[in-house]
Nanobody, 127 residues
Framework: QVQLVESGGGLVQAGGSLRLSCAAS????????MGWFRQAPGKEHEFVAG????????HYADSVKGRFTISRDNDKNTVYLQMNSLKPEDTAVYYC????????????????????WGQGTQVTVSS
């Protein structure tokens, strides 16, 4: 069982930065891939970024590549999303999620592959 709690969302102007954090409760956190998804009003969940269990493999949506960075600290059971050069189009509720297929070398991008989800944190970018 995994519990996830996101934090760090807020209101920023276009071009600004935010750092999201996701704290996990599971004892096997270090064996799981982690992902960040977002949902804007009226839209489906969108894959944003993912990181495999070791941190050696990351994957980003084209829309955020070069602006966002995902990282993890397995000793702290925490995954981060550093968001720079934010755009109004980034406005959404951001969720962290756990892929509980252990020791996967790859990052999966479908929401259906992720088993546990946090409550979400709102990110709003003004123009």
């Amino acid at each position: 069982q995994v519990q996830l709690v996101e934090s760090g969302g807020g209101l920023v102007q276009a071009g600004g930065s935010l750092r999201l954090s996701c704290a996990a409760s599971g004892r096997t956190f270090s064996s799981y891939a982690m992902g960040w998804f977002r949902q804007a009003p009226g839209k489906e969940h969108e894959f944003v970024a993912g990181i495999n269990w070791s941190g050696r493999n990351t994957h980003y949506a084209d829309s955020v590549k070069g602006r966002f960075t995902i990282s993890r600290d397995n000793d702290k059971n925490t995954v981060y999303l550093q968001m720079n050069s934010l755009k109004p189009e980034d406005t959404a509720v951001y969720y962290c999620a756990t892929d509980t297929a252990r020791w996967l070398p790859v990052v999966r991008t479908s929401p259906s592959e992720y088993d546990y989800w946090g409550q979400g944190t709102q990110v709003t970018v003004s123009s």
